[in-house]
């Protein structure tokens, strides 16, 4: 059972899904960050200082004035800013995985055109036949 573990693990399939996956965690960080640290600060200053990670509902009813406070309190909250914020960051890996793919597709090879039609639709009865037939053997029409 070992040897077909490692028969299997060994297949190049997998082992390239599991450098996707390792690598696809490393950039997720990365973006993480780019949004958190770098573009949301530079949103809510466009938007009147408004930091986005702080916008919640208290669902007990009471006022906090931050959100780490209400979590302190253990208080049950609807967090949309930071729902924007995952959002935003989604949006930007989406963007990002739609350049790299566009780019690989650009230096990928076009693909083979497909070979010329062989056959010919009859005009009378719409029956495939030869491109080089001169009557249709399904009619009888003169081609």
């Known amino acids: 059972m070992f040897w077909e573990f490692r028969k299997f693990i060994m297949r190049g399939n ?4 599991a450098i996707g996956v390792i690598i696809g965690a490393a950039f997720g960080k990365i973006v993480t960050s780019l949004v958190n640290d770098i573009l ?28 780490a406070a209400a979590k302190a309190a253990g208080a049950p ?17 989406a963007f990002v995985i739609f350049l790299i793919v566009k780019q690989v597709n650009r230096l990928l090879p076009p693909p083979p055109p497909p070979p010329p039609a062989a056959v ?11 491109l080089q037939a ?3 053997p ?3 029409s003169t081609l």
């Open 77 to 93: 909250t609807l967090n949309y800013g930071l729902f924007i914020n995952t959002v935003i960051e989604f949006l930007i890996i």
């Open 138 to 140: 399904a009619c009888t």
């Open 40 to 67: 949301m600060p530079v949103i809510g200053l466009a938007a009147g200082r408004m930091d986005f990670s702080n916008l919640f509902v208290s669902l007990n009813g009471q006022s906090y004035p931050t959100l």
């Open 134 to 136: 001169k009557r249709c």
């Open 120 to 130: 010919k639709d009859c005009p009378q009865c719409f029956t495939k036949i030869p």
């Open 14 to 17: 997998v082992l390239d899904l």
